[in-house]
T-cell receptor, first 112, second 116 residues
Framework: GNSVTQMEGPVTLSEEAFLTINCTYTATGYPSLFWYVQYPGEGLQLLLKATKADDKGSNKGFEATYRKETTSFHLEKGSVQVSDSAVYFCALSDTGGFKTIFGAGTRLFVKA | DSGVTQTPKHLITATGQRVTLRCSPRSGDLSVYWYQQSLDQGLQFLIQYYNGEERAKGNILERFSAQQFPDLHSELNLSSLELGDSALYFC???????????????FGEGSWLTVV
């Protein structure tokens, strides 16, 4: 079945450091891929998405490229801020549009 | 504000009791999802309803049940509660028309359930 695997956290970085959170997936067909973010005390919210191979999703300085050849959708940001401290979830939506599947989440701590 | 409303925000109850969590989806969204988030299990998909019908079922216990009403709001019923049921329960919604691959899900802020 479909699955999403994320790098385990927590990830601790200093402000202005480069961020990469790895995400790989297993899916039949051509899923859409998402990154969601959960700030402390809040629900998940969509950060960015990509719907086909080689698409790049971007938002708030974060980017991720849909790589079909490596079945990956790694999240990157060039310079993190303390306010980026949150839990990040990689997810995929299968071709039927049913039941978006989430990874386990990666907690990011950014120190000033 | 995602547009998904959940009540109550916090709930404390005793083992063996039953509770009902309520969710109002975003206006126009036909699909409602329920997720459980706990420290040890992460984010677990429980169940999805689409326009009143159950569409997909995940790791939902038999003690739990859900339904989606004609006005599209949904309720998650948790019965015979155990300490391990303490978690944050999220409702989410999406438009999710048939055949659409890109399906963005919008989450509510969650209902914190503490079983004592």
């Amino acid at each position: 079945g479909n699955s999403v695997t994320q790098m385990e956290g927590p990830v601790t970085l200093s402000e202005e450091a480069f961020l990469t959170i790895n995400c790989t997936y297993t899916a039949t067909g051509y899923p859409s891929l998402f990154w969601y973010v959960q700030y402390p005390g809040e629900g998940l919210q969509l950060l960015l998405k990509a719907t086909k191979a080689d698409d790049k999703g971007s938002n708030k300085g974060f980017e991720a490229t849909y790589r079909k050849e490596t079945t990956s959708f790694h999240l990157e940001k060039g310079s993190v801020q303390v306010s980026d401290s949150a839990v990040y979830f990689c997810a995929l939506s299968d071709t039927g549009g049913f039941k978006t599947i989430f990874g386990a989440g990666t907690r990011l701590f950014v120190k000033a | 504000d995602s547009g998904v409303t959940q009540t109550p925000k916090h709930l404390i109850t005793a083992t063996g009791q039953r509770v009902t969590l309520r969710c109002s989806p975003r206006s126009g969204d036909l699909s409602v999802y329920w997720y459980q988030q706990s420290l040890d299990q992460g984010l677990q998909f429980l169940i999805q309803y689409y326009n009143g019908e159950e569409r997909a079922k995940g790791n939902i216990l038999e003690r739990f049940s859900a339904q989606q009403f004609p006005d599209l709001h949904s309720e998650l019923n948790l019965s015979s509660l155990e300490l391990g049921d303490s978690a944050l329960y999220f409702c989410a919604s999406s438009v999710d028309p048939p055949g659409l691959v890109e399906n963005t899900i919008y989450f509510g802020e969650g209902s914190w359930l503490t079983v004592v």
